[in-house]
């Protein structure tokens, strides 16, 4: 049984990937997440080896963070994103059933 996908995780592997410079408050602003909710979810990443974090080589500010996907990371992005598209086509194709069954019920009745 596949685990069902964390869409904040994608979110923050998916844009880590493009954006590995952004700070975490950076992050949140532009996923439209709680700082907390991504420092969390980050934190979570990094623990199960999925992301890293160095220091910004050839910054004057030693605290600036470039975040990293691992090789384990980039594939647990790829799985993630193939589970959600996976739920999202049974999202879209339970929807479709409902919007018929609605369909016929009106036409049937008037």
Known sequence: MLKTPNPNELAILAYVKEHPHHSQRVMASNLKLSLGAVNYCVQALIDRGLMKVQNFKGSQHRWKY????????????????????????EEYERVAREIEALERALTEKG
């Open 66 to 89: 470039v975040y990293v996907l691992t090789p384990r990371g980039l594939r647990e992005k790829m799985r993630l994103t193939q589970a959600f598209l996976v739920l999202k086509y």
